[in-house]
């Protein structure tokens, strides 16, 4: 079974050159993309290009939009959907809409019900806000009410997110003359320097929601450069990627595979350096992804349908809510040159993430009881046995690289 591998907001131009936009897409690791742009002929178009490459496919359709808000043609609008993309094998969700406000939740729960009773084999995908929302844009008066309500309210077949971690691009915050409070508060966000200590905390009260509701869940990571958002390295998408996996999301997705707009004059986000340009150029981004990607497939392909057990930290960690590791069972000690996640999951296995993205981490387990230590390879997808420290039985050594993490297990 394939890991889910997806993005928000795709590619802006599907000329003669389609086929190959598709199979960039393809390339680049994804398993699925959205139907998001032109009419439902254009849609078609795409969706039936996406089943040729193998691709599953996120339909956004505007009329979702008009339901929601007409109580009174919501059937027959929804039915239209239903009836236009029935015949789409690869269309497994309907984008159902993006950070919604606690006030939306019950039109929103009331319409996404209805769709699913009229098509009941495809997902309603809504994505939610990160924990670095304020008190306005939630409609709660915390992150947990927040998720709590939604999830009663809304009932989600699985839990999205955003979070965008990595800030420092040195931008300062313009106030825009008419802009909406929402459009607002989400700038500002961007452009706030008291994020770095929220991206595990999120995790952790996605995962315990995840957990009490029995809902899969998963995380959109930045990639792109925007706004405060920073350019980042491979090791830092790296790193995203696999804290998240160390927490046990079912699929990961990326903001975003295209560029926002080809506009010299935006001086609001810059929204630079995703994996394609405007005109489907691949930026840079584009070959860190399918690299990252490849080693996520594997790993997360061998984790699927594997119920994580449990998420701690090695070394310091200051965001709220987190567990710390205490070596006990078959690890007696555990020595690192940087800080570990360290995620447990119901066959045994424990991935080893590195909280470094700028350095390698060595790191060594001390077993007991005769153990051995075992890798799952990343390119071979087969397990091999680590050898003791030179001298000794029972300490193993490996190795890190900057962001990346490693599937083990103790025999």
């Known amino acids: ?96 809409g993006d950070e919604p406000n606690a006030a939306a939740f019950e039109t929103w729960g009331a ?20 924990n670095y929302a304020n008190a306005q844009q939630l409609g709660n008066g915390s992150y947990e009410e927040h998720l709590r309500e939604f999830s009663e309210t809304v009932k989600p077949e699985i839990l999205s997110y955003d979070h965008y971690h990595f800030g420092g691009r040195g931008w300062k915050f313009q106030s825009i003359e008419g802009e909406s409070d929402r459009d607002r508060f989400i700038r500002e966000n961007a452009f706030s320097t008291k994020l770095g200590n929220k991206f595990f905390e999120n995790l952790e009260q996605v995962r315990n929601e995840s957990l009490r509701t029995g809902v899969p869940f998963m995380v959109i990571v930045l990639l792109a450069e925007h706004g405060n958002y920073r350019c980042l390295s491979e090791a830092e998408i790296r790193w995203e990627a696999f804290q998240c996996l160390a927490y046990g999301s ?38 860190d992804v399918r690299r990252v990607n490849e080693d996520l497939q594997v790993l997360g392909s061998y984790l699927q349908g594997k119920a994580n057990t ?45 909280k470094d993205y700028e350095t390698v981490n060595h790191t060594e387990l001390t077993l007991v009881n005769d153990k051995h230590l075992e890798i799952y390879d990343k390119h071979s997808a087969e397990w091999y046995a680590i050898l003791p420290k030179i001298n000794t039985i029972d300490v193993f050594p490996f190795v890190l690289a900057p962001g990346d993490a490693e599937l083990i297990r103790i025999r």
């Open 1 to 96: 079974m394939s890991y889910p591998i997806l993005y928000f907001y795709g590619p802006r131009v599907f000329d003669e050159n389609a086929e190959k936009t598709v199979q960039h897409i393809k390339d680049a690791g994804f398993t699925r993309m959205q139907a998001e742009i032109g009419d439902v002929a254009q849609k078609k178009r795409i969706i039936a290009l996406a089943e040729t490459y193998g691709l599953e496919v996120t339909v956004q359709d505007a009329r979702i939009e008009q339901a929601k808000d007409n109580a009174g043609q919501r059937r027959e609008l929804l039915a239209q959907v239903v009836a236009d993309y029935k015949d789409c094998p690869n269309v497994v969700a309907y984008d159902f």
């Open 310 to 354: 449990g998420v701690f930290h090695w070394g310091e960690c200051k965001d709220k809510l987190v567990s710390f590791y205490e070596p006990g069972g078959d690890i007696s000690k555990i020595q690192s040159q940087a800080g570990l996640t360290l995620g447990f999951f119901a066959g045994g296995e424990i991935l080893l993430a590195n």
């Open 111 to 130: 319409t996404s019900a209805l769709l699913k009773q009229l098509d009941p084999a495809r997902e309603v995908y809504v994505n939610l806000y990160p």
């Open 250 to 287: 079912n699929r990961i997705s990326y903001f975003t595979y295209g560029n926002y707009l080809e506009d010299p004059n935006d001086n609001l986000w810059k929204n630079r350096n995703a994996c394609v340009n405007y005109d489907n150029t691949r930026n840079r981004h584009w070959f």
